[in-house]
């Protein structure tokens, strides 16, 4: 059976059908579910038979796995795992994945483990057509700009609300201290489409204060999260989701009363960032060579 893909919004989301992933991908399997990836940003795999061993050979067939996370713990006995977990908290916040470090995941895959009865979608959302969206005057803005993404705050649960665990959680994500500067205006390596980079991590603008990026950023943001411009994926049982992190944003809804919700989470080594000037994004502080090589 020949792959089939059926867009699911006009600016990002496309299921897949015709080609089983539990099993090797030869190389024009591989190379249709790339390019469909590259169009549509974020892939939905149905009906999905797949344990941590299986989707790590499926997430391998687009390169190097990087292991879960710089500084969160992976499953037991799975180092490339990460548990997104309810119990583990809730990252119901905008983000790109892993954007605190030089080179953050090309692509993350997220497995279905346990979904709650109703609520607990993932909301993926296009920064590129996010860019493309932008009034001449603000792209022409956001071409010039960079900021620093880190890890040192808390991107999930706000200061006043915080308990005894999730204080533990918080210590142990901030437990290495990473900072890095990025284009706010990526070029994506493959098609040399624009995107906004920002999210949660990106925390403040090169060469202006708190306050003046935050005001920036915020007016950024609010274009990636037009509705429009979002993929609003509500789980079912033994699906899988591919999205391209080099130019997306993604947030899990917390809609679903405390209800367990568990996903897998396997990520691809990604490249280093670059703005469209072709400087590539640097390092400031913290060392991820333990979580991720860098794809050439």
Known sequence: MSIEISKVTANIGARVSGVDISKPLDE?????????????????F?????????????????????????????VDGAPNV??????RGR?????TDVTFVLNPPQASTLRSITIPPYGGETLIASSAAAYRDLPAPLRALADT???????????????????????????QFTSIKFRTAHPVVRVHPLTGERGLFIGGFAQRIVGLSVGES??????????VTRPENILRWR?????????????????????????????HRVTVAGDVPVGIEGKESYSIEGDASHYTSVAE
């Open 28 to 44: 024009e399997q591989v190379t249709a579910i790339r390019e469909a990836l590259e169009v549509h940003k974020a892939l939905a």
């Open 145 to 171: 700009l960079w900021a620093e993404h880190t890890n040192d705050y808390d991107y999930a649960v706000p200061d006043e609300q915080i308990d005894e665990e999730q204080a533990a959680q918080r210590a």
């Open 214 to 223: 935050r005001k920036l950023l915020d007016l950024f943001q609010s274009y």
């Open 82 to 87: 990460l548990p997104v977990d309810s119990e």
């Open 235 to 263: 789980w079912s049982p033994n699906q899988l989701v591919l999205f391209d992190n080099r130019i997306t944003q993604h947030y899990a809804v917390d809609n679903y009363d405390g209800r367990p919700r568990r996903l």
């Open 91 to 95: 990252a119901n916040h905008w983000h």
């Open 46 to 74: 149905d009906d999905v038979h797949l344990d941590d061993e299986g989707q790590q050979a499926f997430a391998r067939h687009f390169g190097d796995l990087t292991t879960a996370h710089p500084t969160v713990a992976a």
